[in-house]
């Protein structure tokens, strides 16, 4: 992709999805994570509702009439976003692919987060970990971030989000705020397990985590179509299937049940908020209300 190419896409997600952030995702962002504390700001003459226990007993002596002391959050965040880069991403049977949609909600919540003047890194990864952006403010900040997740091309094709969390947690030091981007389908066939269930609790004890789980409505349903030559786009290997056969759909069907099962469970387990969305639909109210519950 030519510079001038990228220009233009870069441009036409940030006016999307900076509009987005701006008039519908920055108030629910604010509400929905909360700074690290309360911090002094200054005294005022006490009204008629105001809380007893914030009266400034030593301004009041003084002054010889009540006065309360003023109180504002902290609010500066640290935010991660842990965007698996694998080959899984490119796909996509509907409005987009994957790696489109992890794209423009990466940007909104990139610019929901500077516009509430948090910080915001990422974390790119498959297998391995692909590349590091330490935690800015800005928008030339937030316009690199863009454009490296429509060029960047991962070295790996695998993907180990335990990595990527454990990663996360020597990393950044200080609680953040962090959301994984994945479609998460790193499973353990021998133990019947997603091998980031112990990761992501660990994860979770020291930072607040959330799950945006990216998915493709042909992922979750095998069409009938005959014979399909069939592709792992993370291993490489190719099978035919005939997809003609009941069997095999309902099969088809039935792991990807179990599998969303087994990470619905890990979540759960682990006390962490996600939210699943398709590339059929859009990601304003799924995000949406995934702010609305916390």
Known sequence: M??????????????????LSRNIFAGEYHSAFKGRGMSFSEVREYQYGDDVRNIDWNVTARF?????????EERELTVMLLIDVSSSRIFGTQKQLKKNLIT??????????????DKIGVILFSNKIEKFIPPKKGRKHILRIIRELIEFTPENRGTDISEALKYLTNAIKKRCTAF????????????????????LKIANNKHD?????????????????GLVKAKDAETGEIVW????????RANYNLW???????IKK?????????ATIGTHEDYVKPLVSLFKRR
Request: zero cysteines; glycine letters at 2%.
């Open 2 to 19: 030519d510079t001038k190419e990228l220009l233009k896409k870069v441009r036409k997600i940030e006016i999307k999805t900076r509009g």
């Open 64 to 72: 010889n009439h009540p006065y309360i002391k003023i109180y504002e």
């Open 104 to 117: 423009e909600i990466s940007a909104v919540l990139s610019f929901s987060a500077i516009q509430n003047n």
């Open 180 to 199: 994984v981007i994945s479609d998460f389908v790193d499973y353990n066939e021998e133990t019947d397990k997603m091998n980031y269930e112990e990761a």
């Open 209 to 225: 985590m959330i799950g945006l789980q990216i998915f493709d409505k042909r992922e979750a349903e095998l069409p009938s179509v």
């Open 241 to 248: 299937i005939d997809s003609s056969d009941k069997r095999v």
């Open 256 to 262: 990807w049940q179990q599998i969303n099962h087994n």
């Open 266 to 274: 890990v979540f759960s387990q682990a006390g962490v908020d996600y």
